[in-house]
C-alpha cells in the first residue's frame, strides 16, 4: 500500500467508513511525512502532534460508537493561522500576534470540528502579501522548487497540500491569496462567492473582500470541504442567508453546451506565454467537450488592481488599528506613556508591508483625500461588478489565468512592491464583485512548476465551477507530477 | 456691545436594552470589572458585530416622539481614533445617514413655546472606561460599559440662552423617559452632553466662532458651563479679542472651563462605511407598528392635567416632565383618587421623601393603588392626614399595603366618643394652669391641651372630635 498521505480525503474517507484504516493511522502516517519533509517546506507556524492524534482516537472511538460523523470526519486538515481555533495559537504570521490564543472557535472551526487540525499554517502577515515571504517566522517553499515562494498570503495552506503534508487546508483569499498560491504549487484552491463562508473568526484583513476556502488535491475534494465549510451564520452579518447546497451534485463532467468566456484584458500584456497557452489548451479542451468558448471584454479590468489596493488598505487600516498593545498580543518595552506605547508597539509589532498599507489606508480614507481615493474606488467597484455582470448575461463562466506567470524566486519582488501587487492583476476582481473562482493545476512550465487555470463564475454559481473544474480534472491529458521532496516519492 | 447666544447641544443617551448594540452580553449598569464583556465587545481578533434589532427600533421611537423622519435606508460607518478605551480603535457610529432626522422638540420659554430643531439622531456603541491609579503610573481600563447602545441626540443652533438649553436637555429627558428608551440616570451616565456654544453681535446673521465641551455629565454642570463660556466670550470680544474654535474642558468643582485642544488638533475620524454590517433597512410598516405602542407624551400629559383634571400650570409641569411621577399619578387617580389630592401628595410629602433618601421617582417602591388607598384612609376617617405622614415613610421602607400598616402599627384613628371623652378627662385633670388660663381668657392655652391630648392618643385621637369635646367640657369647669 502507498503512502496513506498521497491519498485524497475521499479516498481515506471510503477506507475510514469500511474500516480499512484508523483515522489515529492516517494522522500518524501525516505527520510521518511532516517529520521527513516539513524542514524543506517550513510550509507550518504551529504543528500540533499531540492534540491531533488525541482527536484522531475520540474520532475513531466515536465511529467505532455508530456515531453520526460528518463525511469528512477523521481526515487530517491544514488551517491557515489567521483563523481563530480554541486554546490555540492564532498568530497571522505577525510579531503582533506571536502569542495570541484565542479563547474561541472561528465558526468555520466549529464546522470542521470532527475533522482533524493538524497545524496551522504558514502567511503573508495578516495575509497582506503574494509570496508568504511576509510572515514573521519563515519562508514557506515551493514543494516544486525549493528556490521558489508558494505564492501567498495563504502560501503555508497551499505547500502543505502540495507537499503531502496535509490532505486538505483552509485558506483565506482576499484578492487571490488562495487562488495564486494554489497556481504556484499545483494545487486545486478555491474562492467561493462573498458571504458563503462565515468570516466570524477569521482575522481580518478587509472585511468586505476577506473569504475562507479549501485547497484541495482534487475537485471532489474541494466541493467536500465546501460542503463542509459554507451555510448561512448568525454570527456574521454578511453571511448569505441561502439553503445549503450539496456541491458534490455537481461532480459531473457534462458541461456541453456551456457558455464559457476569455476576457481579453486576462490575456494581454504581462501574462507570460506559457501561462496563456495553458489557457488556450484548456479552452480548447472545453471546446472538446461541447462548450462553447469565444473572447470577451471587462473593459474595468485596467482599474481593478488601483481600486482593490485602495479599499483594501483602507479597511485594514481599520481592522489593524486594535492592535495597540494594551489588550493582548504584543507590547513594546519601555514605554515612556501611552502615545509611546502605541507608537512603539505597532512599530515593532507589525511588518514592513503591513505597515506600507496601513499607511495608505489610513491616506485614502483621510478627510480631503477620501473623495478622490476611497469613494472613487468604491465607484469602480460598482463598474467592475457591473462589467462582470454584462458578461454573465452571455456567459456561464469566464476563464482566464490565475496568475501571470509561475513562481517565482525568493527575494526577485519583495524588494519592489509595485512589482509584487502587480502579480494580482488576475484574481482581485472577483473579490471586489464577490464572485466564486477556482485555480485549477492545468500544466507544468518548462522549468517543471505548476501553471493554475482560473474558472470564475456567477455570485452563488459556486457549483458550475465545480462541474467545470471536474471536467477538466476528468478529461485533462495533463496528469499531476507530484513534487519531488525528501526522495520519497 | 450686546450679544445674542447660539447654543446646539449632543446629547448621548444610553438605551435601557437587555443586551449591547452588537453582542449579547447583558446590558447592565456596573458589575465587577470586565465581567459583562465578551471577545465581541472587547474587539479580539476575528470578532464580528451583530446589530441588536431594538437598538433600531428604541431610535426609531425615540425619534417618533421628537417628530422626526425616519430613514428607509441608514448605514452605519466607523469612526477611527485611538485610545484604551476604545478597544477596536474604531468605534461604530453613523455618519452621512442616521436613522431619524428633522425632528424637533417643544420647550416653554418666558415667550411661549418654542419647537427646538433636531438635525439627527442616530445610533452608536459606547466606549469603556479608564480608572487612572491615584498612586503609581498605571491605569486600568473597565470594558462593562464597552458596546452599551447609545443613541446620540443633536439639536440645531436653536437655543439663545443657557435656560433654554436646559429646558431643552430636561424637555428631551422627560421624552426619552416617558417613552421608555432610557432611564436617563445621569450619575450612572446614562446621559450625557456635549454644547456648542457661540455669541454674535445682536443682529447679526452670520454665526460666531462655537466652542465645544464635551461630555458635560449633569445638567445643572451644563447650565453652569454655559454661563461660563457666554461670559468667557463676551468678555474676549468686548477686550476686542477673537473666539477660537476650540474644545475645552467644564470643571464644575472650580467653576471654570479651560481649554482641551485647538482647531489644529482636532482629529480626523476618517469615518467610512462598516464593511462588517448591511445597511439598515426600514419598512413604513415597522414604523407604524413602533409608532402604535408610543404613550402619552409629556406634551399630552401636561395637556390632560391642565384640562379635564383642572391642576394648575406649575403642578401639572412637575408632574409631566418626570415620568415617574406622572404614572404614580395617573394610576393614583385610575384607582380612584382625587387629581389634587394626588398631585398634592407626590409634589409634597413624596418628593420630600424622595429628596431625602436620594432617591429617583422610579425607585418609588409602591404604585398608585397603594397612594389611592391612603388618600381614601384619610377620606373615610380611619386615619388623620397627620397619621397619614407617618404611613407614608413606612410605605418606602416596607412592601406593604397601607392599611395593613395602619393595623399593624395600631394608627386607626380613634373616633370613640367615650374612648375620646376619657384622654380629654385625664389630661385637663393633669394640666390645672391651663385650664386656668382659659378660664382668664388666654385662648392659647385650648391648642396646647389639644396638643397634650392628640400626644397622649399617640395622634391616633380624631382631632376633630377632640376639639368638639375640650370646647364643650372646658366652659363647664
Known sequence: ???????????????????EVSSAEICENQFKRIDEVEGDVEGYITVLHDEAMAKAKEIDTKRAAGERLSPLAGI??????????????????????????????????????DLVIIGKTNMDEFAMGSSTENSYFKKTKNPYNLGCVPGGSSGGSAAVVSADEAIIALGSDTGGSIRQPASFCGVVGFKPTYGRVSRFGLVAFASSLDQIGPFTKDVEDCALLLNQI????????????????????????????MKIGIPKEYMGEGISEEVRNAVLSAAKLYESMGAEVEQCSLPMTPYALAAYYMISSAEASSNLARYDGIRFGFRAKDCKDLEDVYFKTRSEGFGKEVKRRIMLGTFVLSS??????????????????????????????LLAPTAPDTAWKFGEKSADPVQMYAADICTVSLNIAGLPGMSFPFALDKNGLPIGVQLIGKAMHDGDIIRAGYALEKNSAYTKTKPQLGGAN | MKYETVIGLEIHAELATNTKIYCSCANEFGGEENTRCCPVCIGLPGVLPVLNKKVVEYCIKAGLAMNCEISHFSKQDRKNYFYPDLPKAYQISQFDLPICKNGYVPIETKNGTKNIGLTRIHIEEDAGKLMHAEFGDYSRVDYNRGGVPLIEIVSEPDMSSPEEALAFLESVRAILKCVGVSDCKMQEGSLRCDINLSIRPEGQKEFGIRS????????SAAYRAMQYEEKRQKAVLDAGGVIEQETRRWDDVKGVSTIMRTK??????????????MPVIISDEWVEEIRKTLPELPKEKFARYTGELGLSDYDAGLLSGNTGLANLFDSSI??????????????????????????????????????????????????????????????????KKPSVIVEEKGLVQITDEGAIKKIV???IAANPQAVSDFKVGKKQAMGFLTGQIMRASKGKANPAAVNKLLSEILPTL
Open chain 2, 334 to 399: 385610575e384607582n380612584g383618587a382625587g387629581a389634587k389630592e394626588s398631585a398634592n401628595w407626590i409634589l409634597g410629602d413624596i418628593s420630600k421623601e424622595l429628596n431625602e433618601r436620594n432617591m429617583e421617582a422610579d425607585d418609588i417602591p409602591f404604585d398608585g393603588a397603594a397612594l389611592a388607598e391612603l388618600i381614601a384612609l384619610i377620606g373615610k376617617g380611619t386615619i388623620s392626614g397627620t397619621i397619614a405622614k407617618k404611613v407614608l415613610p413606612v410605605m418606602f421602607e416596607e412592601n
Open chain 1, 368 to 397: 480631503g483625500y477620501y473623495d478622490a481615493y476611497y469613494k472613487k474606488a468604491q465607484q469602480v467597484r460598482t463598474l467592475i461588478r457591473e462589467d462582470f455582470g454584462k458578461a454573465f448575461e452571455k456567459y456561464d463562466l
Open chain 1, 1 to 19: 500500500m502507498s503512502n496513506l498521505y498521497e491519498l485524497t480525503a475521499h479516498e481515506l474517507a471510503d477506507k475510514l467508513a469500511k474500516k
Open chain 2, 425 to 427: 378627662e385625664e389630661v
Open chain 1, 76 to 113: 487530517p486538515i491544514a488551517v491557515k493561522d489567521n483563523i481563530c481555533t480554541k486554546d490555540i495559537k492564532t498568530t497571522c504570521a505577525s510579531h503582533m500576534l506571536y502569542n495570541f490564543v484565542p479563547p474561541y472557535n472561528a465558526t468555520v472551526s466549529e464546522k470542521i470540528s
Open chain 1, 230 to 257: 459554507t451555510g448561512h451564520d448568525v454570527k456574521d452579518s454578511t453571511s448569505l442567508n441561502v439553503p445549503d447546497e450539496d456541491f458534490t451534485q455537481y461532480l459531473n463532467a457534462d458541461i456541453k453546451g
Open chain 2, 212 to 219: 465645544e465641551h464635551k461630555n458635560v455629565n449633569s445638567f
Open chain 2, 264 to 277: 489644529e488638533e482636532a482629529q480626523d475620524y476618517r469615518y467610512f462605511p462598516e464593511p462588517d454590517l
